[in-house]
């Protein structure tokens, strides 16, 4: 025993009798606990004898099962020779049945065989006496008969007597093939009036054709069609009515034929489609004949006389496609109602533009075979279209027509152009001229009497002219600007000799913009609309992408023109400025006469273009006039004589109140939407006629520093011409040239101005390093600061003249000058 085991049974021993006292139970414990030891013991004894008895049985239980399973095998061995034993039995007692089977089918299937030869026999005998009797009702129902008995021989084809009853059957239906062709041959002929019943004998043909092979059916319908149609080429091959002017004849005699026979012809079956196949043939052999009289024309057809036959020609056909289960072509569209409207001159812009607007039916775009034949015709609307089988042998010789289109849309041009008054009706809610659209409506209608006619090379040639006549509209709208032109736009543009302009010439530039704007939308629709209405081989080819660029080049030379005509006005006030004795005056005082005058020439015009034109329009005509003006300003401060401090106070003032009017156009003409870009553009470009002034202000020993500081841009010339403008001599002028040329590497070439047409351009004044010298300002901003405060006049007697005068002006409520003062 381990010594941790004798620990705790010590620990045991101490915790039961911790006392001596507690010694006299030992006694007890010893027998409670020998009894356990004697009850464990028996429970031992009891599991093992149990064990034993277990482990016996269950081999007496294997035992049994083993010997059961060998038992049941034994049985299944004899079942499965008694079940091989019973179908060698069975076999041996079917066997004799199957034969006699077999050989009851073999029997049967004689029997029968035998059985359907005597009915084929005696059908075909039957049939024979039939035929040559032309009983054909009721050979009719033989021939299904003898042709439902054929199939069941087709694989006793071999046999020498099948043989000769399939020639037999044969040779007798091609008897009854030349009896019914040849009865057929009598229809017509007036025979069917005297002999009552031909008519129902050539019905019951039809049974016995029907019952034929389908080539016999065609074959007959053919020869038919042929027989009736040769009278029709006897007839208009004739040189009295083989004429174009006589097509109308053509088919009113095929609709007379159809109309006279339809009770003869009720003999042949509906399935048939006689009349659909003769229609059929009758289209092809007048497409030939009229493709003849148009070739064979020794000059142009008559256009009046071409276009009513091509007019009968699709109505003809429209017909036929409506008789025979073709759905009503909606070719055109019937707007006799908006036509009238569009002739109102009171309409409203948007009755124009819907009429381009309008869904039409989508075409189906086929184009005919030269080979009809190749269509399915049998059956009607299984794939044989009759619109345009006649009408388009047309198509190549429409060339006449097409030039009577675009001649009298030039005519009806001139027309409306010498009737155009130029002015808007009272009323009206557009801005265009009534011409633009009195000639969208003419086209409207020459499209609908084309597209009516055909759709193919025609209508692309007709397009064509539409484009020639709106060519020539944007040239006549060009042609109504008034000529000229000087100043910086025009020398940018190359347009020379001054443009004048009235306030009516200014209102009518308006509305050949607004007017050049309309129809560039509507040629868009235009093609659009004939791109659905044209075959589609040739919508790819429909763009009027290059009339749209004329009418666009109408819009920018209109509105460069009304730049020119608004610049041209200025004029006068520009030379005014410059007889202003600048060097004279004594004071500063309100802003000058011609800074009144430019005020009044842009508020006498300004509202009125801003009511006229659209919103894009007006910007473009605004950064166009701002290019022209703030350049034409600088330089126009250069053509002035000598010009004093004072001088050059007053002038700096009139910069301020030319920028004030400027930047105020935009509101003047109640159209601010890009009015912040325009502020921007104007302050940028009046800005450096407000730097120029202030190098004049500058001090003689300065002027080089401040020059470069403030226009870094500027050149030689203009330098040496400012030195005029403050009234040095030449002899003065010497030294500060030297002092000048010194910064010769940061100084431009000479420019004049930039182009108008340039907006973008930026003439904002940027540093550029100005190289070091003696004498030279060497801070830039000290520099900027000098400049500034020159600018403002500083330590000027004359200045504080201006300044008591800006003050007094500060505390009016109305006047010019006040703008300059407020925010």
């Known amino acids: 025993m381990a010594a941790s085991d004798k620990q705790n049974t010590l620990d045991y021993i101490n915790q039961m009798f911790p006392t001596e006292a507690s010694l006299s139970g030992v006694e007890p414990l010893m027998q409670k606990i020998h009894s356990e030891i004697r009850r464990v013991d028996a429970e031992i004894l009891t599991a093992v004898r149990q064990q034993s008895n277990s ?299 819907k009429k381009y607007e309008k869904k039409l039916a989508a075409h189906d775009g086929s184009q005919h075979e030269e080979q009809y034949g190749q269509k399915d015709s049998s059956v009607p609307g299984a794939g044989f279209n009759f619109r345009g089988i006649i009408s388009s042998c047309f198509e190549p010789h429409l060339s006449v027509y097409i030039e009577l289109e675009e001649k009298t849309l030039m005519d009806s041009l001139e027309k409306e152009m010498l009737e155009e008054t130029w002015e808007i009706e009272e009323g009206s809610q557009t801005n265009i001229l009534s011409s633009s659209i009195k000639v969208f409506v003419i086209i409207r209608r020459s499209l609908k009497r084309c597209s009516a006619l055909t759709r193919n090379q025609t209508l692309f040639n007709l397009f064509k002219a539409f484009q020639k006549v709106l060519k020539a509209y944007a040239t006549k709208l060009f042609a109504r600007l008034p000529k000229g032109g000087t100043g910086i736009v025009a020398a940018a543009t190359g347009i020379e000799g001054q443009i004048k302009t009235s306030d009516k010439d200014e209102r009518v530039i308006c509305y050949i913009v607004n007017t050049a704007e309309y129809c560039h939308k509507t040629c868009g629709e235009l093609a659009d609309n004939v791109s659905k209405l044209i075959d589609a081989q040739f919508a790819d080819r429909v763009d009027m992408s290059e009339v749209q660029d004329e ?40 802003q000058s006469d011609y800074v009144n005058g ?38 126009n401060i250069f053509k002035c004589k000598q010009i004093s401090e004072t001088g050059a106070q007053q002038m700096l003032l009139d910069t301020q109140a030319v920028k004030t009017i400027l930047l105020e156009i935009p509101s003047l003409g109640k159209q601010t939407a890009g009015a912040a870009s325009y502020s921007k553009f104007v302050s940028r470009e009046m800005s450096k006629a407000e730097a120029l002034l202030k190098v004049i202000l500058s001090p003689i020993d300065s002027v080089a520093d401040t ?23 030449k002899a003065d002028q010497q030294s500060i040239l030297d002092d000048f040329n010194k910064r010769g590497s940061g100084i431009s070439q000479p420019t004049i101005m930039a182009p108008p047409s340039a907006p973008n351009i930026s003439i904002a004044p940027a540093i550029t390093n100005v190289a070091a010298s003696p004498g030279a300002i060497t801070s830039r901003e000290d520099v900027l600061t000098r400049a500034a405060a020159l600018g403002r006049g500083a330590a000027t007697t004359g200045f504080k003249r201006f300044l008591a005068l800006t003050e007094a002006a500060k505390d009016r409520k109305d006047g010019p000058f006040r703008k300059l003062f407020n925010g």
């Open 55 to 353: 482990g016996t049985k269950a081999r007496e239980d294997l035992a049994a099962a083993t010997s059961a399973v060998q038992e049941l095998m034994n049985k299944i061995r004899e079942i499965k020779t008694k079940a091989e034993q019973s179908e060698t039995m069975v076999q041996e007692i079917c066997r004799d049945i199957k034969k006699l089977d077999f050989a009851k089918k073999h029997i049967t299937t004689t029997i029968t065989a035998l059985h359907r030869l005597t009915m084929l026999v005696s059908a075909v005998e039957q049939l024979q006496v039939m035929a040559s009797k032309r009983h054909y009702k009721e050979a009719a129902a033989q021939l299904e008969a003898v042709n439902q008995l054929c199939s069941h021989f087709e694989a006793y084809r071999d046999i020498p007597k099948i043989t000769e009853l399939r020639e037999k059957f044969k040779s007798i239906k091609q008897v009854l093939k030349s009896h019914v062709f040849s009865d057929f041959s009598s229809l017509g002929t007036g025979k069917e009036t005297e002999e009552s019943n031909l008519l129902q004998q050539l019905s019951d043909a039809c049974l016995v054709v029907d019952a034929l092979e389908p080539s016999v059916r065609e074959e007959l319908v053919k020869i038919f069609c042929n027989r009736e149609l040769t009278s029709y080429q006897q007839i208009f091959e004739g040189a009295e009515l083989a004429k174009l002017d006589k097509t109308e004849r053509r088919y009113a005699w095929i609709k007379r034929r159809l109309r006279t026979n339809e009770e003869i012809w009720k003999i042949f079956p509906r399935s048939w489609h006689v009349d659909y196949l003769l229609c059929i043939q009758f289209c092809k052999l007048t497409r030939s004949q009229l493709v003849e009289i148009l070739v064979s024309m020794k000059e142009k057809p008559d256009v009046a006389t071409l276009l009513t036959a091509l007019q009968r020609t699709l109505e003809f056909e429209e017909e036929l496609a409506e008789k025979f289960g073709g759905t009503r072509s909606k070719d055109a569209i019937d707007d006799n109602e908006e036509t009238e409207r569009s002739g109102n001159k009171s309409q409203t812009v948007s009755d124009i533009r």
């Open 707 to 729: 020059y470069c500081a403030l226009l870094p841009e500027g050149t030689l010339t203009e330098f040496q011409r400012l030195l005029e403008l403050k009234g040095l001599k």
């Open 551 to 590: 009418f666009s080049a109408v819009i920018t030379k209109s509105l460069i023109t009304l730049v020119h005509g608004i610049e041209t006005k200025f004029d006068s006030e520009m030379a005014a400025m410059t007889r202003v004795p600048w060097s004279t005056l004594e004071s500063v005082g309100d």
């Open 598 to 635: 430019i005020n009044l020439i842009l508020t006498g015009s300004i509202p009125v273009l801003g009511s006229l034109l659209s919103p894009i329009y007006f910007q473009f005509f605004l950064d166009k006039l701002a290019s022209s003006l703030g350049p034409r300003f600088y330089h």
